[in-house]
């Protein structure tokens, strides 16, 4: 089976099928899935997979046990973090980068559902997702400033562009742990889910995502990345640049003969 490969392919992340729609887990749940280089290595392989794979529509991000993630593992004595400043820059760059980036280039939506706590980089991967889901009792963390650091990862472009500079900056200065509820409301996180069975209202979420049409929202999402860099008269070109290939698709055809036949579209992903 897919997840029986799957779990012998990787040593810290787990990849499980269910339809449309890839689960992948970061799974070092004994270390609150606080990333080594191995797991920084594996996540980048595991997103790079379900990315080009046609027959996943939507990815669901979260983590094994308790925790989402703790952030870096500040216990591995291999970590840079840990042996003073020689190597951060590089792991920052060539490790956690190309991961965060895997999120936020896909051609497909990530929905982050965050299961427990979510700090440090870890929360920069969520934040990354299109969409974020979290369970009651989860809540997002910034400890960077008090440890001393900056916030990594993409925190800074990442943060300030859901919740504007000011909250974004007093929840890095302040570290406070941001609930659920408190997220939702901010316009960090979509939806807050029940403890029991989160995994399993998680899924449910993104299978509904899954039955929309593929190819708009990876349009949508190309739409809305551009938006963020360019002015309103440059997006509505680009809007008007990508219609037409939705317009001239198999999809759209089959969605305004549903919409006449009155039933669900059957999509086909092109």
């Not at 049409?213 to 190309?222: G, H, N, Q, T, V």
């Amino acid at each position: 089976s897919s997840r029986e490969r799957a779990m012998s392919d990787y040593e810290t992340v787990l990849i499980e099928r269910e339809g449309r729609v890839a689960r992948v887990s970061f799974n070092r749940p004994e270390k609150l899935n606080s990333f080594n280089g191995t797991l920084r290595r594996e996540f980048l392989r595991a997103a790079q997979e379900v990315n080009a794979d046609s027959d996943v529509w939507v990815v669901v991000l979260t983590g094994a046990g308790r925790a989402f993630g703790a952030g870096a593992d500040l216990s591995d004595t291999s970590e840079p973090a840990t042996n003073g400043a020689e190597g951060v820059e590089d792991v920052l760059n060539a490790e956690y980068k190309p991961g965060v980036l895997a999120i936020h280039h896909a051609r497909k939506p990530w929905i982050a559902a965050v299961n427990g706590p979510c700090a440090g980089i870890s929360y920069s991967y969520a934040m990354a997702c299109d969409l974020m889901v979290m369970a009651e009792s989860s809540y997002l963390f910034q400890p960077f400033v008090g440890i001393g650091l900056v916030p990594d990862g993409g925190a800074t472009w990442l943060l300030p562009s859901l919740v504007g500079a000011k909250r974004a900056y007093e929840l890095m200065a302040f570290g406070e742990k941001l609930g659920a509820e408190k997220a939702v409301e901010w316009g960090l996180a979509n939806r807050m889910l029940p403890d029991d069975d989160f995994a399993g209202h998680a899924m449910s979420f993104a299978q509904e995502l899954a039955g929309r049409s593929p190819m708009a929202l990876r349009y949508a999402k190309e739409a809305l990345a551009f938006a963020a860099t360019h002015n309103l008269s440059d997006a509505i070109s680009k809007e008007a640049a990508l219609q037409p290939l939705c317009i001239g698709s198999d999809d759209a055809k089959e969605a305004f003969k549903a919409f006449f036949e009155k039933r669900q579209p059957n999509w086909q992903g092109k």
